[in-house]
């Protein structure tokens, strides 16, 4: 990457401050375009879904994964549940979602608590292993609570083979007019769903495969306690990237975990972080980390900055950080600060390997929370920083009641925010569409068939904040 007129700033810079220039470019098709990164994590994405609570659950991980990105599980998470939820996830099926799935006996209360948990908002009634009928919000409208799902569930299916072809499966579900296509193995029983735009990405997007052919998961422990036995129960667990996290990554605690995890010679990536400096990215590596993650203070859930006067424009942090990594062989993630596609963007033609995103997958039917409604009935789900002292909370529940009080005292971070669903795109699914289109055209602006293209081949001005607001649509006229 170069600054258009070989000019550098010397002052730092948030992604808002800059601008990419069009380039000559021999690409045909954004389709054209290869996303996959080159971190070792065998994503076919530059996305990684942040390791936090109210974000990274397994059907997050899941989804992600079956589009190509990586899910980072959160530290607070016991051993035993990230155990379940990583061998959960590399058993999904690698086209198909899981569905949601209900007895005939059971309620029409019991659907509606757990229909709002996908984007396709439906649920799958089983018998035996096999498929009955299909329940949708619609047909549990105005009816008693109480009443049983077989009788109120569509009995009119459309089934597929499990081997069926994604456009056979979409022209089916097509013609009749369904919203879901179930599909089943030759025995009858149900392997999984699929929907009409659901057919559509699995022939857009790879799915992030381990060696052995199953969905990719990473998860994040601390760098206080025993960080060695934290780090080999989640390597047996079966992750395929390791993420020692703390707030501030360029301190003795955390160069010796990542001492303490380099020591195992685990077989996986390990990423560390947050530093914001060459300095700090050049402390990690030596210390044993692949990839380091960039980014004190600029996420949407964070009060550092506000709370401490500490951190740094984000696009200048990559930038620099990035440059220190590849010297070194090593990589970089983008942590935070990422709001619209042309942010992500701008992240990779930095130099990141990867960008990392929270609070904006919080407002989608995938992310762990609840689905509640503000008093108009828009729907929302509860979001916190995990410094926050609801995290913080969580993550001394074991401590004495005047430690954790004592702890609580000294939290950072929004410990309680709203994120709303967009109602064209509920889904981390409609997110991740977005994000990739807009990358991919940015390619394509840029004439890179790939991200080392991008980064290689960008060019990228500086803008007064007039010159960011020209750029946005206007949604009524003026």
Request: include cysteine.
């Amino acid at each position: 990457m170069r600054f258009l007129h070989d000019s550098k700033p010397p002052w730092d810079l948030t992604y808002d401050d800059v601008f990419m220039v069009p380039q000559h470019s021999g690409i045909a098709s954004r389709f054209d375009v290869d996303l996959s990164t080159s971190d070792g994590t065998g994503a076919t994405l530059p996305l990684v879904v942040s390791n936090m609570t109210a974000i990274a659950g397994k059907r997050m991980a899941e989804t992600v994964a079956r589009r190509g990105g990586l899910t980072v599980i959160p530290q607070d998470i016991p051993a035993a549940v990230v155990r379940e939820v990583v061998a959960w996830v590399k058993s999904r099926h690698l086209v198909f979602d899981t569905a949601i799935e209900l007895a005939p006996h059971q309620t029409v209360g019991e659907a509606l608590s757990l229909i709002p948990k996908r984007s396709h908002r439906a649920a799958v009634v089983v018998s035996e292993g096999k498929p009955v009928g299909v329940v949708t919000e619609e047909d549990c409208f105005e009816v008693d609570r109480f009443s049983q799902v077989k009788d109120v569930m569509t009995r009119r299916m459309v089934t597929i083979a499990a081997d069926a072809d994604p456009r056979e499966a979409f022209d089916a579900i097509d013609s009749a007019r369904e919203r879901i296509a179930v599909a089943v193995s030759q025995g009858g029983d149900l392997v999984g769903i699929l929907t009409r735009i659901g057919a559509l990405r699995s022939t857009l997007y790879s799915p992030a495969l381990d060696t052995h052919g199953r969905l990719r998961i990473a998860a994040a422990l601390g760098v206080n306690g025993d960080v060695a036995g934290k780090a080999s129960a989640l390597l047996e667990a079966g992750v395929d990237c390791l993420v020692v996290d703390t707030a501030h990554g360029h301190q003795d605690r955390m160069l010796e975990a990542l001492r303490a995890v380099r020591a195992l010679s685990p077989e996986v990536p390990v990423a560390a972080g947050n530093i914001v400096s060459a300095e700090g990215t050049r402390a990690l590596v030596q210390a044993g980390a692949d990839i380091v993650k960039v980014g004190v203070g600029p996420g949407a859930m964070c009060t550092t900055r506000m709370m401490t006067g500490v951190g740094r424009p984000q696009f200048s942090a990559v930038l620099e950080c990035a440059a220190a990594a590849r010297d070194l062989g090593k990589h970089v993630w983008a942590d935070g600060g990422v709001r619209h596609p042309r942010d992500v963007a701008l992240a990779l033609a930095a130099g990141a390997a990867s960008v990392m995103i929270g609070s904006w997958f919080a407002g989608t039917h995938e992310s762990p929370g609840d689905l509640l409604h503000d008093a108009d009935g828009r729907p929302f789900k509860v979001s916190f920083g995990m410094a926050s002292a609801r995290a913080v909370a969580n993550r001394t529940s074991s401590e004495s009641a005047f430690d954790r009080a004592r702890k609580a005292l000294y939290e950072e971070g929004i410990s309680s925010s709203r994120m709303y669903l967009d109602p064209a795109s509920p889904g981390v699914e409609d997110l991740l569409d977005e994000i990739c289109s807009g990358v991919r055209s940015s390619c394509t602006y840029a004439g890179a068939g790939s991200l080392e293209e991008l980064h290689a081949r960008a060019v990228v001005g500086i803008q007064s904040a007039a010159g960011f607001h020209e750029g946005r649509p206007l949604a009524t006229s003026w």
